[in-house]
């Protein structure tokens, strides 16, 4: 017989209780389940109605169109007054069922516009139903029924919450593989029965073999596959600590979800599209049918698909003009939702250039072959043979590899990761090499451990500012999942300030501008009950403020009543967006980190500030701006536990892989590599097929967190920062913060004192030398209350001093045509600034890059201690021009208070060379002094240090030198990844 809907009503009210008294409805949803077996086993048991009816919210693809006010009358309609009452709730002894309700509920979605295509094209939608059988539901319900049955139409339980993992596990325990490949209820089931077998009417639960399962666990064209389970990385570490193996590392892109079924069996192409939701979105992105069909190669002979295939991929809206991906709202202008663009009002009409582009990263089925149990490295290599990449219209999502076993993981991550945020990206995804789903797997854990990484996911990161609570509205729904008695908000509207100076003033009349609405959690909202006690008023009676609603506010409740003294919320966003219909900048995903009980809303963040933010972050720095990377590289060190870096401690290991051999050409610097000295490293490290065993040398350095650094001034980039010609790997970055950042430069160091001269060939490991005037530092974040001063030293090469006559003329002479003044602003003394100008202009020229050498505008610092005798390196030097300005590490430390104001000219840098094959345990020691005693100096201006090992020269000579064909950094992109060791 039909399941009855009051069975359903006893585990929701048993449910309802446990979740009153705080306690786990885990056991009582097995029990009801082992209670109910026969009953569920029965043939006439409809299991996917009874899946609608436990979990409603799973079924997206119904839509109702029906909310509270809309039930009220319908109820009012269904309890008839009159004569005729009576009879009319003598239904209620005729008990619905399960069935009956599910029946009428598909019907009535069935004539609703905004379900999904199949639900409205069902027999369903002939029969002549309405609203009336809601009524007459309601007349057969009980009191209790009517409880849950409302709640139902909702598709809201709250606050019961059933575990749906828990719910199709003890309906079948094969039920959640298939709806993993299959993820739609009625199919799904369909499926299961069809692999177990037909059961008799009321037979006990058989055990279906488990090879059967697995082999109809597999896509099928026009079903939804289900997603992933996704983690969220809170920290550097904890991504390593999630993450195994060789991981894919992708750039997030911030579009519209897309899984796209394409079915060429009929001989012309069919495609259908499911949104993240799990509705078919294929009306609404109709105006991408075209890419996707062309993309496949589709009646040419690049077409590698016969019969039909699943991929996923983003939705976005890309410029032409300017080649790039535009802003998350601009796809509202371009995709309607049932033929209505919704919350364009206020939005510019679609230009010319603006297209609709799919990024696709992965794929599901080819043919008839199901991929979920292939491996990510092998789908994405069928994926890029099955799609014809496009500019502008069909792309694949940008990745590299990152082994997280080897000791550099966590440096490569790191970089990568700052790369995206200064890149204003949306964060990365980091997917193991593992199956989609692997069924095979006994450890109950079905789907590879998927990771993003976003800024707001680590510590403050996130952090926005003070924004005004300048009113609240009351959800009665969401009022029960609070356990506050008499509660009288659930929804919070902050507002910014437009006349700030003139309330600060004249104590004006506030005007606010609402610009979002959030919700607290229940600590947060009893401290607010508790301490705050705001004063309020219906907005009708609201004589203190001015507030200014924009119709695009999204809330589940209107602003009811205004606050009288607005309290302050400190909010934390995801980024920044225009929501439909509001016509500026707001906060994206908003939520509340704290309550500020003893602040005033005029120290709040005003409208203006609020834009001036959005702009700047959504804003891409041009390329010689782009410095933010070392200061988020040093944050995200600070991030991870207790604020040390995750390779904080020595990672040192020896390579074996042999350096190439020397060349004595020249070449010019390749069209990648001509960008500002200010480019940080592109991050990620590439890993090459015919690279052979190694282990990365890198020395892993004890980096101060910075996750709260003192706010500076900006300053303006030097003329040295925008050199035309440099590496984007070059060791340089400092960045330039946002709100609550400090904002940092560089000066050279130079002292007034002249030192003798000494050939560089005499230097070895044990002795530490002063050699010249290093030229130029790394320019980072710190702080400082004192310049820094340098010795000039007289230069040679190859070992051999020059006259001194020559030394005196360089000198004298001035700066060379068309050389840009290096000048540091750190001088000591006029005449160090003559000497440090001169020597400057006048250095020796690379053999292979002249003055585009990649270390034209390093100062190179000798970690002697941490060095062994090679002549190899001193010729190094020698053949880039670097020897006459390689100064001994030990004596710039001492002579410049370890480099107190590196911090204060961002456009020069400094690089530090070490050993890390023969003489790690001596790095460790050399570099952890160092960070010892740079700690003691001022923060504001110190700056930081880049570290490399001395190796790093011969594989520049390899990029430098034009004969060289083969450009092979030991399977990395360039030198400097191959051979970082860190900052200090």
């Known amino acids: 017989m039909p399941f009855p809907f009051v069975l359903v009503c006893d585990l929701l009210d048993e449910c309802h209780r446990l979740c009153v008294a705080n306690k786990s409805n885990t056991q009582a949803v097995v029990d009801w389940f082992a209670r109910h077996r026969g009953r569920l086993d029965a043939h006439d048991t409809d299991l996917a109605a009874l899946l609608s009816t436990l979990l409603p919210e799973k079924r997206t693809d119904r839509v109702y169109c029906i909310k509270a006010p809309t039930l009220e009358k319908i109820i009012g309609r269904a309890l008839m007054l009159g004569s005729s009452r009576i009879v009319e709730l003598a239904l209620y002894k005729q008990p619905g069922h399960v069935e009956a309700i599910d029946e009428v509920l598909h019907s009535l979605a069935s004539r609703i516009k905004w379900s999904s295509p199949c639900i409205r094209n069902s027999e369903a939608a002939l029969a002549p139903r309405g609203r009336c059988d809601l009524e007459d539901l309601y007349r057969r319900l009980t009191a209790r029924e009517a409880k849950w049955f409302t709640r139902l139409v909702l598709k809201d339980y709250q606050p019961v919450i059933l575990d749906s993992q828990l719910v199709y596990r003890c309906c079948d325990p094969s039920l959640p593989l298939i709806l993993k490949a299959q993820d739609d209820f009625a199919t799904a089931i369909q499926t299961l029965q069809s692999a177990k077998g037909s059961l008799l009417p009321n037979s006990t639960r058989s055990s279906p073999r488990r090879n059967r399962i697995l082999a109809a666990a597999k896509p099928k064209l026009g079903v939804k596959v289900g997603r992933q389970n996704w983690l969220k990385g809170r920290s550097i570490k904890h991504c390593l600590d999630m993450g195994h193996g060789r991981m894919s590392v992708e750039q997030k892109i911030d579009g519209e979800y897309c899984q796209i079924h394409v079915d060429l069996a009929g001989g012309k192409p069919r495609v259908q599209i499911f949104s993240k939701s799990g509705k078919d979105s294929t009306e609404d992105r109709h105006n991408l049918h075209g890419v996707i069909v062309k993309s496949l190669g589709f009646g040419t002979s690049n077409c590698s698909v016969r019969k039909g295939c699943i991929l996923e991929g983003e939705l976005v809206v890309h410029n032409d003009v300017e080649n790039k991906t535009m ?36 794929i599901l089925l080819h043919d008839d072959q199901s991929l979920l149990g292939v491996r990510h490295s092998e789908r994405f290599k069928l994926l890029q043979k099955t799609i014809n990449c496009e500019r502008g219209r069909a792309e694949l999502v940008k990745r590299t590899l990152i082994d997280f076993h080897r000791t550099s993981a966590a440096s490569e991550l790191r970089k990568a990761f700052a790369n995206v945020i200064t890149g204003k990206g949306e964060g990365l995804v980091l997917k193991p090499d593992d199956p989609y789903f692997n069924f095979e797997a006994h450890h109950g854990r079905t789907s590879g451990l998927c990771i993003k990484l976003k800024k707001e996911y680590i510590g403050n990161f996130g952090d926005v500012g003070d924004f005004a609570v300048v009113g609240a509205g009351f959800n009665s729904a969401r009022a029960r999942s609070y356990r506050i008695p008499h509660l009288q908000w659930t929804v919070f509207f902050v507002g910014c300030l437009t006349n700030k100076e003139e309330v600060r003033r004249w104590d004006a009349k506030p005007r606010f501008t609402v610009v979002s609405a959030v919700e607290i959690t229940e600590p947060l909202l009893k401290s607010f009950i508790s301490h705050c006690s705001p004063v309020s008023v219906p907005m009708s009676k609201n004589d203190r403020t001015k507030l200014l609603v924009p119709k695009g506010i999204e809330a589940n409740a209107p602003l009811t009543v205004a606050f009288q003294n607005p309290a302050v919320f400190d909010l934390r966003c995801f980024s920044f967006h225009k929501p439909g219909n509001m016509g500026f900048w707001t906060l994206r995903f908003p939520a509340v980190s704290k309550i500020h009980f003893d602040r005033d809303f005029s120290d709040t963040v005003t409208f203006d500030e609020l834009q001036e933010m959005a702009e700047n972050a959504r804003a891409t720095p041009d390329l010689e701006d782009s410095q933010e990377n070392l200061e988020w590289i040093a944050r995200l060190e600070g991030a991870d536990p207790r604020g040390r870096a995750v390779d904080a401690v020595s990672q040192l290991t020896a390579t074996t892989m042999p350096t190439p051999s020397p060349c004595s050409s020249r070449t010019p610097l390749p069209p990648i590599m001509q960008r500002s000295l200010s480019e940080i490293p592109q991050v990620a490290r590439i890993h090459d097929k015919s690279q052979k065993s190694t282990a990365v040398s890198t020395a892993s350095l004890f980096t101060p967190p910075t996750s709260s650094p003192p706010e500076q001034e900006p300053q303006t980039p030097t003329r040295e920062s925008k050199r035309k010609y440099a590496t984007p790997s070059a060791p340089v970055a400092e960045p330039i913060p946002k709100r609550r950042l400090s904002t940092t430069g560089c000066s050279s160091p130079v002292s007034a004192t002249k030192m003798s001269r000494r050939p560089l060939d005499d230097i070895d490991g044990d002795v530490s030398q002063q050699l010249a005037t290093p030229r130029s530092s790394l320019p980072v974040s710190g702080r400082t209350d004192q310049r820094l001063g340098f010795d000039r030293m007289p230069s040679h090469r190859r070992g051999t001093q020059k006259d001194a006559a020559s030394d005196a003329a360089c000198e004298r002479a001035g700066p060379a045509e068309g050389e840009p003044d290096c000048t540091p602003t750190g001088i000591s003394s006029p005449v160090a600034a003559q000497m ?115 190796r790093v020269l011969e594989h520049l000579k390899v990029m430098e030198d034009e004969e060289t064909e083969t450009k092979y950094y030991d399977g990395f992109h360039d030198p400097w990844r191959r051979w970082y060791c860190g900052i200090v």
């Open 836 to 950: 440090t100008n001169t020597s400057s202009r006048f250095r020796s020229r690379c053999k292979f890059a002249g003055d585009k050498c990649h270390l034209s505008a390093c100062t190179i610092l000798l970690a002697s201690r941490a060095l062994g005798p090679s002549s190899e390196r001193t010729a190094l030097l020698d053949v880039h021009g670097a020897s006459e300005f390689a100064v001994s590490l030990d004596d710039w430390a001492r002579e410049n208070n370890h480099g107190a104001t590196l911090g204060n000219d961002k456009s020069l840098q400094s690089i530090i060379l070490v050993d890390t094959v023969d003489k790690a345990s001596e790095t460790k020691l050399v570099l952890a002094e160092v960070e010892r005693a740079r700690k003691e100096v001022p923060r504001k201006t110190r700056g930081w240090i880049a570290v490399y090992d001395w």
């Open 327 to 362: 802003p998350f709202h601009k796809i509202r202008n371009h995709v309607a939702r049932r033929g209505r663009l919704m919350g364009t009002d206020l939005d510019s009409p679609p230009r010319w250039y603006e297209n609709l582009m799919i990024v696709y990263y992965d």
